[in-house]
């Protein structure tokens, strides 16, 4: 019997704590109920009633102590420890309650019932009746976890140095800077990334954790690192103050911690400090372009910064009103401080993604224009920022200019071998020019720099699949899916993790679950060109002619798409025998 275990576990779970603050809470009560009693001249048994209502709550107490924890989610069962709940503290507080439910009609009968009134009595029968019901519903209620697992394969145990950075909690007095801390926190991630000889979990997985209760030892082996980097961010006014510790996966002990009380100006030098100290911890060493990576120089002017986050979150949702609403912070950023080399890769970002998806074909030279001028602009700034790389290569790609495009690609993945954008985009590019082999290496060069780009497997399940190789395509949509679900678990309202899922699904996996995804995206974004196309795309693929039929009529009805593209898009194959997609083609006007 591991006594020092039993004891850690019960400090863990705050019972110590509880059995303290229950014993004064008790007293106080005793002392304030004596004399209100006898200076009302109330008879002696509500004192009576009192004593054994403090000893029924004792043992109640102690066991939701042990099984619940009171979090910023609201009341969560108490996750058991790395290595398993001990078994003595639980049967112990097992007994202990049983032993207090047990004496408790002995005690009631003994002060009260034998000598109290009917009135009394059926108040008691009430009162219990209401705490046994109320008892067993919070107990047997379906709890929620602390920290979901994520889908797939058994985690396995941190090779080398490994940090996973946690979404950074808000404690600014209005609690309205999340989108803020989420800056920060990613922003620290993509300064990590960076770094070789450091293995960094993605984005989607670490911020699953988000808002919920973390044991770092669950923690770190759901996510196979050895550390985690968390943190709070408090703003007010002009002054922020960051908190940060980096915490040992294998004992949750502390391995480095610091608090920074700076001007909001000096935001970057706080995540580049974070940065340096997780390094510096881990005890890695730095190359010179390394360094300059961990700096990112950013921009002085909070708001300008506060609006490209913004940006960055709109572009991610992939949805035509995101698009739209990314162009305007982006430009709003850049208005601000015209040198934000980061805000003009974001503008040549939005330009491309709406390009790419037929959105604006009617104002398609000015997004041309203005995303090739933005990505210049941005390199001109910084020449050696890999996103602004990626961006002008994307542009490019769409003028014409492939080779200065190819160019571009290999470069940024020798500045940042570590950012996953230019090895998708890369791959993307690949792919229309016929090199499917050299994309298909790209694209899991991407899902090994990141494992939840459900984007990437998804392409990689529609390459396979046209080369014959169906085992590799079955592979890949599995490991889709299993992107897909940790995206939808950290965001359920994201279509495009919707409808790509449903296309694996469909293709090779649960068909039931795959028309509830588009069903679900459809009710999330019903009048959205790019989700009415890829749902339509999704049932065609499915066999539901008339129901594709019908969607591809609504998406057409928005006024967007590209009559090219959707006459050869392959997920549209089944539909082009059928007078009625002639007609619908028709309307197309670009």
Not at 210 to 224: N, P, Q, T, W
């Amino acid at each position: 019997m591991d006594t020092t275990r039993w004891l850690e576990e019960l400090r863990r779970r705050r019972v110590f704590r509880v059995l303290i603050g229950y014993g004064i809470a008790s007293f106080a009560i005793l002392q304030v109920v004596e004399p209100v009693m006898h200076g009302l001249h109330l008879p002696e048994w509500v004192l009576s009633i009192v004593v054994v209502a403090l000893g029924i709550g004792f043992p109640l107490a102690v066991t939701l102590a042990w099984a619940f924890d009171l979090t910023s989610s609201g009341i969560e069962r108490t996750r058991a420890a790395g290595g398993g709940v001990p078994q003595g503290p639980r049967l112990a507080l097992l007994l202990l309650g049983l032993g207090g439910i047990a004496a408790a009609p002995g005690l009631l009968y003994y002060f009260v019932w034998r000598d109290g009134s009917a009135p009394v009595r059926l108040s008691l029968v009430a009162a219990g009746a209401a705490l046994v019901a109320g008892g067993a519903a919070l107990f047997f209620r379906p709890g929620r976890r602390s920290a979901p697992p994520p889908p797939g394969p058994a985690p396995r145990e941190p090779q080398g140095p490994s940090v996973a950075v946690l979404p950074f909690a808000d404690m600014s007095p209005a609690k309205d800077q999340d989108f803020f801390c989420d800056g920060i926190a990613e922003e620290i991630l993509n300064a990590l990334c960076g770094v070789s000889g450091l293995r960094v979990a993605a984005r989607s997985s670490s911020f699953q954790f988000k808002g919920r209760s973390v044991d770092s030892r669950e923690a770190s082996r759901f996510l196979g690192v050895s550390t985690l980097l968390e943190g709070s961010v408090r703003k007010a006014g002009d002054t922020v103050r960051v908190a940060a510790q980096l915490v040992s996966g294998a004992d949750g002990y502390q391995i480095w911690s610091a608090s920074f009380d700076r001007g909001l100006e000096d935001i970057f030098a706080i995540q580049e400090e974070i940065a340096q100290a997780v390094v510096r911890a881990l005890k890695l060493q730095l190359s010179p372009g390394e360094e300059t990576r961990l700096r990112r120089p950013g921009t002085k002017n909070l708001q300008a910064y506060e609006m490209y986050l913004k940006g960055r979150q709109f572009l991610m949702s992939h949805a035509e009103s995101g698009f739209r609403f990314a162009r305007q912070m982006f430009r709003g950023a850049i208005e601000l401080d015209p040198g934000y080399a980061q805000a003009h890769a974001g503008l040549a970002d939005t330009c491309f993604m709406s390009l790419q998806w037929h959105i604006e074909e009617a104002r398609a030279e000015e997004f041309r224009a203005e995303g090739l001028r933005a990505s210049e602009e941005a390199l001109r700034i910084d020449p050696d920022l890999a996103e602004g790389l990626v961006a002008r290569a994307n542009m490019l790609s769409l003028v014409g200019r492939g080779e200065d495009a190819e160019r571009d690609f290999l470069r940024a993945t020798e500045l940042n071998p570590a950012l996953p954008d230019a090895r998708y985009f890369y791959a993307r590019f690949l792919w229309p020019a016929g090199r499917l082999e050299e994309a298909v290496r790209q694209f899991e060069e991407a899902v090994r720099l990141n494992p939840d780009d459900y984007a990437s497997f998804a392409l990689l399940v529609t390459l396979h699949h046209g080369a014959g190789e169906e085992d590799k395509a079955r592979d890949a949509a599995r490991r889709t899916n299993a992107a897909v679900e940790r995206r939808l678990r950290l965001t359920p309202d994201d279509v495009r993790a919707l409808y790509m899922g449903a296309g694996a699904d469909l293709r090779y996996g649960d068909r039931a679950r795959g028309f509830e995804r588009l069903a679900r995206a459809l009710d999330l974004m019903p009048n959205d060109f790019s989700t009415l196309y890829n749902v339509a795309c999704g049932y065609a693929q499915a066999g539901e002619s008339e129901k594709a039929l019908d969607l591809l009529d609504r998406a057409v009805a928005t006024g967007r798409g590209f009559r090219r593209w959707i006459e050869n898009d392959a997920d549209l194959a089944p539909l082009r025998g059928s007078p009625r997609f002639r007609a619908i083609v028709e309307r197309v006007k670009y």
